[in-house]
């Protein structure tokens, strides 16, 4: 079992900037990937920023060149800095960790509680 709480969350002005923290514990055996993904009310929760086992690291379009994400395996610790914040960025920001049972199963994922990101405009 894998717990992870994010906290950094808050209200902050357009152009502003914010860092997210996720701390894992429990099991991390078997974590490939640790990934920000992010949900607005009303509509689907996407993927923002995604980083794998070796450090390679994925974005969604939207942000790219804006959040960075990063990781502190010393602390188990991922991170999300966010610079140049827009309105659009607003949203509930969930932590997540995939876990890779296998060739022939999927992968397990865990969530954090979320923390909230608002932009005020």
């Known amino acids: 079992q894998v717990h992870l709480v994010e906290s950094g969350g808050g209200l902050v002005q357009a152009g502003g900037s914010l860092r997210l923290s996720c701390l894992a514990s429990?099991?991390?055996?078997?974590?490939?990937?640790m990934a920000w993904y992010r949900q607005a009310p009303g509509e689907q929760r996407e993927l923002v920023a995604a980083?794998?086992?070796?450090?390679?690291?994925t974005y969604a379009a939207s942000v790219k060149g804006r959040f960075t994400i990063s990781e502190d395996n010393v602390k188990m610790t991922v991170y999300l800095q966010m610079n140049s914040l827009k309105p659009e960025d607003t949203a509930i920001y969930y932590c997540?960790?995939?876990?890779?049972?296998?060739?022939?199963?999927?992968?397990?994922?865990?969530w954090g509680q979320g923390t909230q990101v608002t932009v005020s405009s």
């Open positions: 997540n960790a995939a876990e890779s049972l296998g060739y022939l199963l999927p992968d397990q994922n865990y």
């Open positions: 429990g099991n991390i055996f078997g974590v490939h990937t």
């Open positions: 980083i794998a086992k070796g450090g390679s690291t």
